[in-house]
């Protein structure tokens, strides 16, 4: 089993930065496949960003190209999202995954660890 914890959430206003942080625990993670998610209140959970096992590979949703980052670090085990340039519509509960695919993938049935999310508010 593969536990996962985010952290690094929080207010920030329009503009602003954040920097998410995975840690896995239970087993490691540098062979899976790893994303990130958002559920904002009312809507359903969409894609993010998603990295191959290597960091090699990334995949970003369209609205948050060119401002979040994804990598990930398998000698700690934990994946992260730069979140660059935020929006009040970034606002959302962030989640992260892990799959048992080592590329990076987009679809949420691929996944199958998920962490408990962690709040991003952006003020305008």
């Known amino acids: 089993q593969v536990q996962l914890v985010e952290s690094g959430g929080g207010l920030v206003q329009a503009g602003g930065s954040l920097r998410l942080s995975c840690a896995a625990s239970?087993?490691?993670?540098?062979?899976?496949?790893m994303g990130w998610f958002r559920q904002a209140p009312g809507k359903e959970r969409e894609f993010v960003a998603a990295?191959?096992?290597?960091?090699?590979?990334?995949l970003y949703a369209d609205s948050v190209k060119g401002r979040f980052t994804i990598s990930r670090d398998n000698a700690k085990n934990t994946v992260y999202l730069q979140m660059n340039s935020l929006k009040p519509e970034d606002s959302a509960v962030y989640y992260c995954?892990?799959?048992?695919?080592?590329?990076?993938?987009?679809?949420?049935?691929?996944?199958?660890?998920w962490g408990q999310g962690t709040q991003v508010t952006v003020s305008s």
């Open positions: 995954a892990a799959t048992a695919i080592a590329s990076a993938v987009q679809k949420e049935y691929l996944y199958n660890y």
């Open positions: 239970g087993r490691t993670v540098s062979s899976n496949g």
């Open positions: 990295v191959s096992w290597s960091g090699g590979t990334t």
